[in-house]
C-alpha cells in the first residue's frame, strides 16, 4: 500500500502565501517524480508543478515566478510554497506520485485526498 497525505490548504486573503505539504508512506522504494496538481470548479484538473528525483522542476505558465515547488527525498515529502495568490489560485489542490514499489517493478501513480485553498478577500 501506498498513501499520499496532503496538508497546509486553507483560506487566504489575495497577496498571501501558503505552503501545502506531501508526504508520500507505505511500501516505496524509489519516488521518480512528484507533482502538483489543481482543480477548480467547473473545471479540468491542470498540473501546477512537478519535480524529479534530482530536483529538476518544471511550472505551468500561470505560476511561475510565484509558486516553488521543492522535495526532501529522505522523508518522501514535497512542498509547493505558493507566493502572490491570486483568487484565480482557488481550487482542490492534489499531490501526485510516479514512483516505484520495488527495484525492477513497473512505475505506478498515486493520487492525495486534495486539500483546498481558497484565495478570498
Known amino acids: 500500500q501506498v498513501q499520499l497525505v496532503e496538508s497546509g490548504g486553507g483560506l487566504v486573503q489575495p497577496g498571501g502565501s501558503l505552503t501545502l505539504s506531501c508526504a508520500a508512506s507505505?511500501?516505496?522504494?524509489?519516488?521518480?517524480?512528484m507533482g502538483w496538481y489543481r482543480q477548480a470548479p467547473g473545471k479540468q484538473r491542470e498540473l501546477v508543478a512537478v519535480?524529479?528525483?534530482?530536483?529538476?522542476?518544471s511550472y505551468t505558465d500561470s505560476v511561475k515566478g510565484r509558486f516553488t515547488i521543492s522535495r526532501d527525498n529522505a522523508k518522501n515529502t514535497v512542498y509547493l510554497q505558493m507566493n502572490s495568490l491570486k483568487p484565480e489560485d482557488t481550487a482542490v489542490y492534489y499531490c501526485?506520485?510516479?514512483?516505484?514499489?520495488?527495484?525492477?517493478?513497473?512505475?505506478?501513480?498515486?493520487w492525495g485526498q486534495g486539500t483546498q485553498v481558497t484565495v478570498s478577500s
Open positions: 501526485n506520485a510516479n514512483l516505484l514499489r520495488a527495484a525492477i517493478s513497473i512505475p505506478g501513480t498515486y
Open positions: 507505505g511500501s516505496i522504494f524509489s519516488i521518480l517524480l
Open positions: 519535480i524529479t528525483s534530482g530536483a529538476s522542476t
